[in-house]
């Protein structure tokens, strides 16, 4: 009660300072540049309207595709880009603030119809892939979505969780199960390489952790793919979130301060220059720790937990020479356990009597090279180092007091990533993109497990060495006719390790029956490495079987119909199949266990490629796109999840939830001129994940939890409801923005069972849950 009253008494403040101060006007400049959309070259002399404000304001692109705006009245404007041979384009919704100028790039498409002069529009839309040759399963999402939805809280995961066929895997942290697939399917995807999972408190082998690394200051408009991949894309199973990011301000230096319960956040961007050439660099620093919530009458358990993290871009134009950036980030994290030497406290608390110490540490930085050669050809080549360092511990006291080790793992992983991607346009028709890239990486692994019956601790991993990858695609765009268009090509996966390779088709094909209208249809071959460590497990006598294990590789078939409907609406079905093949199961027993149902981790079995598994559903997108102030997601998701292990038995996987469903909308309201009100809120209610039945007469003979593995997967946790709500207060002054914003998580506390348990202490099973009721408060400012 206690809690929720201090909730009430900060919305009424954020509310109460809505009214604080007269209201001027305020202006701001809007900027940009204007892209062939396949090649990247700047288009000179496009025509750039602004389309709300009287008079109108426009604007030509110079000779780099540039245009500015300046003086144009803060607030959401739309933005029209027209060129001889280009559909026309639409930008709505470019929020103005008057802390800092607003830079956009928007690219055109190359017209069909060039020789009658037809001009057709193409509004820029959220559903629509930045990357042209993706066609099915894929949407753009923009840091401002993360900055809005309700829960998200500057997470692109997060945010994800809110589409279709995307399932919250724990919410306690943002690990997320796309389609039914296991979420270490995911890949993470940065200007164009392939990165490590880019989130604080992560666990080796996973694909989320508790907090992002990643910065919304860095962030640009980025695609979020669930199914049927183009071509370019390797080395994933069930999603894929390709990220871009933005330049800073090459004109002015602007600054971006934040402060809330999560910590501090400071950001710079500003001019760089470079002989006659004018750059620009962008840096984002964060410090925080989980601490304050606690102090807030929060509970987020006992641990110490802290992190930082470090991120930045720095664009170099470099003339004839073309373009070059410099980016970046580092996070570090960390979180302990000190349990007590006395047994009272431990009959009071189980968690007492062990000691544990998690890190997680994660960093990349890569330079890119852009070059665009003629009018038809775009050359990107990047060189990115990245790597990772994840540490557990964790010990237990005995009667005597004495500290037992029950587990020691010690995981170091580096990758130097060198890719190169050649785009050419023949004609408005005909593109053609191929590409490859090699992955040079280093590992240190060690990884001892307590075991009962030997009763002492056994290694399971010790390996140092190298390791090689390599990858290869090409893919074409065919534009039969304005109406009718096939993306298809192919990607190559080789494994230096084993000399394990896979050979992947992918085609798509669309047809609109009008601008507003579409049907299409996917396919790809899609396959993905083990978890690094997993190779390397050790049996009794010391060798790695598991060297040997090839790609666990997964058939998508996607149907999609989109629909644009009058009034900002937009409607999208799906249906999709997923036929997955040589997942690793046991090789040594007729059972259930599979890794199509693994979160994390270097598993310590001995596999071989014998499983199967199957996803298939029906997804349904009903969105309005912000206008007036209000808009509204609801996604829905009908599906089966379904694997066989090693014995041959088709049972449900552990991520067959059965369904999910989500409501995401929000109203923002103008106070005043240079003010604005914004409620937003989240509805999820899904099924909840699957457990293995826990064998309660063997867990008391044995004094631990002990699974019944002949009925895995077969019980289901409750259904899942949980509602989130977000307030933000915006207030603009001269040259100045602000912005408050509180954040409720679960914000009817409701306990969401997450498992269940054996209590050895009352012998009997029990739920633990997933988190409580979390209030996010911050407040930025813009200058």
Same mark, same amino acid.
């Given at each position: 009660?206690?809690?929720?009253?201090?909730?009430?008494?900060?919305?009424?403040?954020?509310?109460?300072?809505?009214?604080?101060?007269?209201?001027?006007?305020?202006?701001?400049?809007?900027?940009?540049?204007?892209?062939?959309?396949?090649?990247?070259?700047?288009?000179?002399?496009?025509?750039?309207?602004?389309?709300?404000?009287?008079?109108?304001?426009?604007?030509?692109?110079?000779?780099?595709?540039?245009?500015?705006? /300046?003086?144009?009245?803060?607030?959401?404007?739309?933005?029209?880009?027209?060129?001889?041979?280009?559909?026309?384009?639409?930008?709505?919704?470019?929020?103005?603030?008057?802390?800092?100028?607003?830079?956009?790039?928007?690219?055109?498409?190359?017209?069909?119809?060039?020789?009658?002069?037809?001009?057709?529009?193409?509004?820029?839309?959220?559903?629509?892939?930045?990357?042209?040759?993706?066609?099915?399963?894929?949407?753009?999402?923009?840091?401002?979505?993360?900055?809005?939805?309700?829960?998200?809280?500057?997470?692109?995961?997060?945010?994800?969780?809110?589409?279709?066929?995307?399932?919250?895997?724990?919410?306690? !942290?943002?690990?997320?199960?796309?389609?039914?697939?296991?979420?270490?399917?995911?890949?993470?995807?940065?200007?164009?390489?392939?990165?490590?999972?880019?989130?604080?408190?992560?666990?080796?082998?996973? $694909?989320?952790?508790?907090?992002?690394?990643?910065?919304?200051?860095?962030?640009?408009?980025?695609?979020?793919?669930?199914?049927?991949?183009?071509?370019?894309?390797?080395?994933?199973?069930?999603?894929?979130?390709?990220?871009?990011?933005?330049?800073?301000?090459?004109?002015?230096?602007?600054?971006?301060?934040?402060?809330?319960?999560?910590?501090?956040?400071?950001?710079?961007?500003?001019?760089?220059?470079?002989?006659?050439?004018?750059?620009?660099?962008?840096?984002?620093?964060?410090?925080?720790?989980?601490?304050?919530? $606690?102090?807030?009458?929060?509970?987020?358990?006992?641990?110490?937990? !802290?992190?930082?993290?470090?991120?930045?871009?720095?664009?170099?134009?470099?003339?004839?020479?073309?373009?070059?950036?410099?980016?970046?980030?580092?996070?570090?994290?960390?979180?302990?356990?000190?349990?007590?030497?006395?047994?009272?406290?431990?009959?009071?608390?189980?968690?007492?009597?062990?000691?544990?110490?998690?890190?997680?540490?994660?960093?990349?930085?890569?330079?890119?090279?852009?070059?665009?050669?003629?009018?038809?050809?775009?050359?990107?080549?990047?060189?990115?180092?990245?790597?990772?360092?994840?540490?557990?511990?964790?010990?237990?006291?005995?009667?005597?007091?004495?500290?037992?080790?029950?587990?020691?793992?010690?995981?170091?992983?580096?990758?130097?990533?060198?890719?190169?991607?050649?785009?050419?346009?023949? !004609?408005?028709?005909?593109?053609?993109? $191929?590409?490859?890239?090699?992955?040079?990486?280093?590992?240190?692994?060690?990884?001892?497990?307590?075991?009962?019956?030997?009763?002492?601790?056994?290694?399971?991993?010790?390996?140092?060495?190298?390791?090689?990858?390599?990858?290869?695609?090409?893919?074409?765009?065919?534009?039969?006719?304005?109406?009718?268009?096939?993306?298809?090509?192919?990607?190559?996966?080789?494994?230096?390790?084993?000399?394990?390779?896979?050979?992947?088709?992918?085609?798509?094909?669309?047809?609109?029956?009008?601008?507003?209208?579409?049907?299409?249809?996917?396919?790809?071959?899609?396959?993905?490495?083990?978890?690094?460590?997993?190779?390397?497990?050790?049996?009794?006598?010391?060798?790695?079987?598991?060297?040997?294990?090839?790609?666990?590789?997964?058939?998508?078939?996607?149907?999609?119909?989109?629909?644009?409907?009058?009034?900002?609406?937009?409607?999208?079905?799906?249906?999709?199949?997923?036929?997955?093949?040589?997942?690793?199961?046991?090789?040594?027993?007729?059972?259930?266990?599979?890794?199509?149902?693994?979160?994390?981790?270097?598993?310590?079995?001995?596999?071989?490629?014998?499983?199967?598994?199957?996803?298939?559903?029906?997804?349904?997108?009903?969105?309005?796109?912000?206008?007036?102030?209000?808009?509204?997601?609801?996604?829905?998701?009908?599906?089966?999840?379904?694997?066989?292990?090693?014995?041959?038995?088709?049972?449900?996987?552990?991520?067959?939830?059965?369904?999910?469903?989500?409501?995401?909308?929000?109203?923002?309201?103008?106070?005043?001129?240079?003010?604005?009100?914004?409620?937003?809120?989240?509805?999820?209610?899904?099924?909840?994940?699957?457990?293995?039945?826990?064998?309660?007469?063997?867990?008391?003979?044995?004094?631990?939890?002990?699974?019944?593995?002949?009925?895995?997967?077969?019980?289901?946790?409750?259904?899942?409801?949980?509602?989130?709500?977000?307030?933000?207060?915006?207030?603009?002054?001269?040259?100045?923005?602000?912005?408050?914003?509180?954040?409720?998580?679960?914000?009817?506390?409701?306990?969401?069972?997450?498992?269940?348990?054996?209590?050895?202490?009352?012998?009997?099973?029990?739920?633990?849950?997933?988190? /409580?009721?979390?209030?996010?408060?911050?407040?930025?400012?813009?200058?």
């Amino acid at each position: 009660m206690f809690q929720n009253k201090k909730i009430f008494l900060l919305l009424i403040c954020l509310l109460a300072l809505g009214y604080a101060a007269e209201a001027q006007n305020y202006t701001q400049t809007l900027k940009g540049t204007v892209l062939d959309k396949a090649v990247k070259s700047p288009l000179i002399g496009a025509t750039v309207v602004l389309l709300d404000v009287q008079p109108p304001m426009g604007a030509m692109t110079d000779a780099d595709g540039r245009f500015r705006l /300046p003086a144009v009245p803060v607030g959401k404007h739309t933005v029209r880009v027209t060129y001889l041979g280009y559909k026309e384009a639409v930008a709505a919704n470019i929020t103005l603030n008057s802390g800092k100028e607003t830079e956009l790039t928007i690219e055109l498409e190359e017209d069909l119809l060039t020789t009658k002069e037809v001009v057709i529009r193409a509004t820029v839309e959220k559903q629509k892939a930045r990357n042209e040759l993706s066609t099915v399963s894929t949407r753009t999402f923009s840091v401002e979505e993360t900055q809005r939805f309700a829960a998200a809280v500057n997470d692109p995961a997060r945010m994800a969780s809110s589409y279709a066929g995307v399932v919250t895997a724990n919410d306690g !942290n943002n690990t997320i199960v796309i389609r039914g697939n296991a979420p270490n399917g995911l890949l993470w995807r940065m200007e164009g390489v392939d990165i490590p999972n880019p989130n604080h408190f992560s666990s080796v082998g996973s $694909s989320g952790g508790g907090i992002s690394i990643l910065s919304s200051q860095l962030l640009s408009n980025s695609d979020f793919l669930t199914g049927a991949f183009a071509a370019e894309y390797g080395n994933a199973l069930s999603g894929v979130f390709d990220l871009k990011l933005r330049k800073g301000n090459s004109e002015k230096r602007e600054f971006t301060f934040q402060a809330g319960v999560l910590g501090l956040d400071a950001a710079v961007e500003g001019p760089l220059r470079l002989g006659r050439q004018s750059g620009s660099y962008l840096v984002n620093y964060r410090y925080s720790t989980l601490s304050l919530l $606690s102090k807030m009458g929060v509970s987020i358990g006992d641990a110490e937990t !802290n992190f930082q993290d470090l991120s930045f871009n720095i664009w170099m134009p470099a003339g004839k020479l073309g373009q070059f950036t410099l980016f970046g980030l580092g996070g570090l994290s960390r979180q302990s356990f000190e349990g007590q030497p006395d047994s009272a406290l431990w009959a009071e608390n189980g968690d007492e009597q062990y000691h544990w110490n998690f890190r997680a540490n994660t960093g990349v930085t890569g330079l890119t090279h852009s070059l665009v050669l003629g009018d038809n050809t775009y050359l990107k080549t990047v060189v990115a180092v990245s790597g990772t360092r994840n540490g557990t511990q964790s010990d237990e006291y005995q009667e005597n007091y004495s500290l037992r080790r029950l587990f020691d793992g010690g995981y170091d992983q580096t990758k130097t990533t060198v890719s190169t991607t050649l785009t050419h346009k023949f !004609n408005a028709r005909h593109l053609l993109r $191929s590409g490859a890239y090699v992955n040079f990486m280093t590992y240190r692994f060690q990884q001892k497990e307590w075991d009962d019956d030997a009763e002492n601790l056994v290694e399971q991993l010790r390996q140092t060495g190298s390791a090689t990858s390599l990858d290869a695609f090409a893919q074409w765009q065919y534009r039969a006719t304005e109406r009718l268009t096939l993306n298809a090509g192919a990607h190559a996966l080789f494994f230096f390790l084993n000399n394990t390779y896979s050979v992947e088709p992918r085609a798509a094909l669309k047809y609109a029956f009008s601008d507003k209208q579409s049907l299409s249809l996917g396919y790809g071959l899609h396959g993905q490495l083990q978890p690094l460590g997993v190779y390397f497990i050790r049996d009794q006598n010391g060798a790695t079987p598991n060297s040997g294990l090839g790609f666990t590789k997964a058939q998508h078939l996607v149907l999609s119909y989109d629909q644009s409907l009058p009034g900002n609406w937009h409607l999208k079905p799906e249906l999709y199949y997923q036929a997955l093949f040589d997942a690793p199961v046991r090789r040594d027993a007729q059972d259930a266990f599979s890794l199509l149902n693994v979160y994390d981790g270097f598993v310590g079995e001995i596999l071989v490629n014998g499983g199967k598994g199957r996803n298939y559903g029906v997804e349904l997108t009903a969105e309005k796109f912000l206008s007036k102030g209000f808009y509204f997601l609801l996604s829905a998701s009908l599906f089966q999840s379904e694997y066989q292990g090693s014995d041959g038995v088709w049972r449900n996987s552990r991520f067959n939830s059965k369904f999910v469903n989500s409501l995401v909308t929000g109203k923002e309201w103008n106070l005043r001129k240079n003010r604005s009100f914004g409620v937003n809120l989240k509805l999820t209610w899904m099924g909840g994940h699957r457990e293995t039945p826990i064998d309660l007469p063997a867990s008391i003979a044995k004094g631990e939890t002990v699974y019944d593995e002949s009925r895995a997967f077969t019980d289901r946790m409750p259904n899942y409801f949980r509602l989130d709500t977000g307030f933000k207060l915006k207030r603009n002054f001269e040259r100045l923005t602000t912005t408050l914003a509180l954040d409720i998580q679960n914000t009817s506390n409701r306990e969401n069972i997450f498992g269940r348990y054996y209590d050895d202490k009352s012998k009997t099973i029990k739920y633990w849950y997933q988190a /409580p009721l979390i209030p996010i408060l911050s407040y930025r400012v813009e200058f």
